[in-house]
């Protein structure tokens, strides 16, 4: 069964989410700004969620985490709980 490590950014503005990419694609270190600026729990890990399979997470973000090239942030992506920004760390299909 396919396993994915990844780490997420989540914030509760489309807007706040563009900026904290582009500030990331500038050179911003990913932990770094998930401990300052995620609203989830995870932000205490740098925005690191582990390993988990299909199915776990919501759909939105699944699809992203199951699709999406490794180490390239993804996002705006939008769920019930706000605005992600997502890196797959590691995958196996």
């Known amino acids: 069964m396919a396993q994915a490590t990844a780490r997420h950014i989540l914030v509760p503005t489309e807007a706040k989410c563009i900026e904290l990419k582009?500030?990331?694609?500038?050179?911003?270190d990913f932990?770094?700004?998930a401990r300052e600026n995620?609203?989830?729990p995870?932000?205490?890990q740098g925005g690191d969620l582990g390993t988990?399979?299909?199915g776990q997470m919501v759909k939105e973000f699944d699809t992203v985490v199951f699709s999406a090239p490794v180490n390239e942030v993804q996002?705006?992506?939008k769920t019930q709980f706000g605005y992600h920004l997502l890196e797959v760390t590691?995958?196996?299909d």
Request: charged share 10%.
């Open 31 to 33: 932990a770094q700004v």
């Open 22 to 28: 582009s500030a990331i694609e500038g050179g911003a």
């Open 75 to 77: 996002g705006p992506v």
């Open 90 to 92: 590691s995958r196996q």
């Open 38 to 40: 995620s609203t989830c």
């Open 52 to 54: 988990f399979g299909p």
């Open 42 to 44: 995870s932000s205490r």
